[in-house]
């Protein structure tokens, strides 16, 4: 059924105004068919594929592989990319601190479409490996990167998520994001990759949102044996990157010498 809309503002175009409608109606990585997005945005099917059309010529839109549904195309991922290019060129010195001083992978992640986006990675010169690389996408509630960005993220976000789990996984993972809050970062212990355990920590923006996170990752025993000494070097590193970004103070929800008390027991635990 078409919804009628009407506007105030003669200078919206409308059919930029129903294009981003529906790019705005996907969910996460999902695909939909033509009827579920003519539902979704409210447009009448001829109208709809139009603007599909039109949206896949440009690469903001793809046919999914049976050619009959859609997702979200990998123009949206360069755009998100480019977006966050001044955090990235922020953190690639502080980065390569953390890569020398521990000697394992180093990930640069944000969120995007509800998942966790790689922007950037250094690999551990030692010969364990993991499976992400730059442009890997992984979930939030098993990531260490993907919880440090929700504990301090907009509190609806982190209820939809939260609502996408079954209930045990819930109460667990509401528990651990205010234990993230407490100490300043997270962490994945074989969640999301067995074998693989990570620390990872919030960077935040001048309007002190939690728009991405950096983590150390590496195989368990020995991620395990150093974990407070990596989390509290990532509570500090990350603490340096959201200065340059504009963050003043210490992490939301805790007093500047709150997250330097922290920082100093953790390091000498």
């Given at each position: ?14 059919a930029?105004d ?6 705005e109606v ?11 997005l ?7 099917k ?8 039109t949206?896949?010529r ?12 859609f997702?979200?195309?990998l123009?949206?991922?360069e755009?998100a990319?480019?977006?966050?290019r001044d955090?990235?060129?922020i953190?690639?010195p502080?980065?390569r601190?953390?890569?020398?001083q ?10 995007h479409?509800?998942e966790?986006?790689y ?26 990167l993907?919880k ?5 993220g907009?509190?609806n976000?982190r209820e939809?998520?939260l609502?996408?789990?079954?209930s045990?996984?819930?109460?667990r993972l509401?528990?651990?994001l ?6 300043g970062?997270?962490?994945d212990?074989?969640?999301n ?15 002190g ?10 195989p368990v ?15 500090e ?5 959201s ?13 500047s010498?709150?997250?330097k ?9």
């Amino acid at each position: 059924m078409k919804v009628k809309r009407s506007t105030s503002d003669r200078y919206v175009v409308e059919a930029v105004d129903r294009a981003l409608d529906l790019l705005e109606v996907f969910r996460d990585s999902e695909d939909l068919s033509l009827n579920e997005l003519c539902k979704r945005a409210g447009q009448n099917k001829s109208r709809t594929f139009r603007l599909l059309h039109t949206l896949a010529r440009r690469g903001y839109v793809e046919r999914a592989a049976d050619g009959q549904r859609f997702k979200l195309g990998l123009k949206l991922f360069e755009h998100a990319t480019h977006f966050r290019r001044d955090v990235k060129q922020i953190a690639q010195p502080f980065m390569r601190q953390l890569h020398r001083q521990f000697n394992e992978t180093i990930n640069l992640a944000v969120i995007h479409n509800g998942e966790v986006l790689y922007i950037d990675l250094l690999e551990s010169s030692r010969t364990f490996r993991m499976s992400a690389m730059i442009g890997s996408r992984m979930p939030v509630a098993s990531t260490s990167l993907g919880k440090a960005m929700m504990s301090y993220g907009p509190e609806n976000e982190r209820e939809s998520l939260l609502r996408q789990l079954p209930s045990p996984q819930a109460r667990r993972l509401r528990q651990e994001l205010e234990t993230v809050r407490q100490r300043g970062y997270a962490l994945d212990r074989e969640e999301n990759e067995p074998g693989v355990a990570c620390v990872g920590a919030p960077i935040f923006d001048g309007r002190g949102g939690a728009v991405a996170a950096m983590s150390v990752s590496g195989p368990v025993a020995r991620m395990v044996k150093q974990e407070k000494q990596i989390g509290a070097t990532l509570v500090e590193i990350c603490g340096e990157i959201s200065r340059y970004m504009g963050f003043v103070g210490g992490l939301p929800g805790r007093s500047s010498n709150e997250a330097k008390a922290f920082v100093r027991a953790s390091g000498s635990a």
